[in-house]
């Protein structure tokens, strides 16, 4: 399938790839890439002893151009304004350190992996940068 076929099949595209994984407190997570995808992307899911299935959809926004990118420069920006951090640490390292274990998991024959490391207690906080942001807005506030 050639990058962002229209029509195309998720099923047929050898880049798409479905991680899972477990928290400790046993609820279960998922990771879906679809890079060849161009829009929208809608998922449902039939669970085991549900009558009906869970679903959802979700697109990336054409404006600004990678705007996923653009939020975490603004979350970024305003550290550097304020000193402060804009959500806890811990979180981009749980983010990233579940996201090097999916990526090494799929080079090692999608083995299971444990991630001992990634036992960090932290207390969410609200993202000001979140679900849509004003760009421009003043990173002082």
Do not use: W
């Not at 099949?9 to 890439?33: K, P, S």
């Not at 305003?78 to 999916?102: C, F, K, M, N």
């Amino acid at each position: 399938m050639t990058p962002k076929e229209k029509g195309a099949e998720i099923r047929d595209d050898e880049r798409a790839t479905l991680f899972l994984f477990q928290y400790t407190a046993g609820l279960l997570g998922t990771l879906l890439m679809l890079p060849n995808v161009v829009s929208g992307i809608s998922v449902a899911l039939k669970l085991k002893g549900r009558r009906r299935p869970l679903a959802t959809h979700f697109e990336e926004r054409p404006q600004p151009s990678r705007p996923h990118l653009a939020y975490l420069l603004k979350a970024i920006e305003r550290v550097i304004h304020t000193g402060r951090p804009t959500y806890p640490v811990e979180r981009t390292l749980l983010t990233s350190g579940i996201l090097d274990r999916a990526l090494t998991s799929r080079i090692e024959d999608q083995s299971k992996l444990m991630t001992p490391e990634l036992l960090v207690r932290y207390q969410p906080v609200d993202s000001p940068h979140a679900p849509r942001p004003e760009l421009g807005s003043n990173p002082n506030l």
